[in-house]
């Protein structure tokens, strides 16, 4: 079975930001949180995530000399991500039935895991992976929101609610370490939260020692609609021992 070496938008992996749009829910009233806390701010939170029914996601990653970014719609059912790094670039779509990747040459085989040979295979077109296999199981739980938005939120424990708001959207920010491992660098996150209505993500900024990415959360409750390739190659021509 082949292994994908990404599958995931890492949403909270490294984000900063200047501006953001939230647009389909009222931010800007009366506020959900009396007492703002870690706490009450992440109950809150969860309260007004589950009833989204979609996403709009930006991440702009800077990491020595290699520039990367991720244009992400994360619905119910359906999502949509386009990650480019570099020249190089690869799409994954999902709906309730099919799963569909594609990108170019050294995006399927540097930045997916594929083979040259695999890759070679699937060319201009894209590969679709049906409901009820791993593969399709593998990209619905990141990019539908079932699974991806809940992840989203920090544990409490270990999470400290910064003294000042954010300066652009007046904003919650609530900030956490992540101890580096034999793999990942420590990290220093925040990440804002709408002090309106609806307690809700508009940015994450992660910085460590090799790099920050920014990324932006908007168009909360949007209806995802994602487009369906025409030109497709069932992954089991592409891994026919699969």
Known sequence: MATFRRTSLHLTSLALLTTVLVVGVPLAAQASVSNPSVATILKAAKVAIVKQSGVHVTVSTSSGKTDSSVVADIGKTSGTETYVSGNERFTITVTPTYAYLSGSQKGLTTLMGLTAAEQKKIGKKSMAMKKGTSYYTTFKSNLTSGTTFSSLLPAARGTALLATRDKKTNGYQLKWTAKATSTQPKTTTVMTF??????????????TSTGKSETTFSKWGEKVRVKVPSSTISYSVVFPAS
């Open 194 to 207: 709408s002090s309106g209505r609806a307690t809700l993500p508009l940015k994450d900024a992660v910085s």
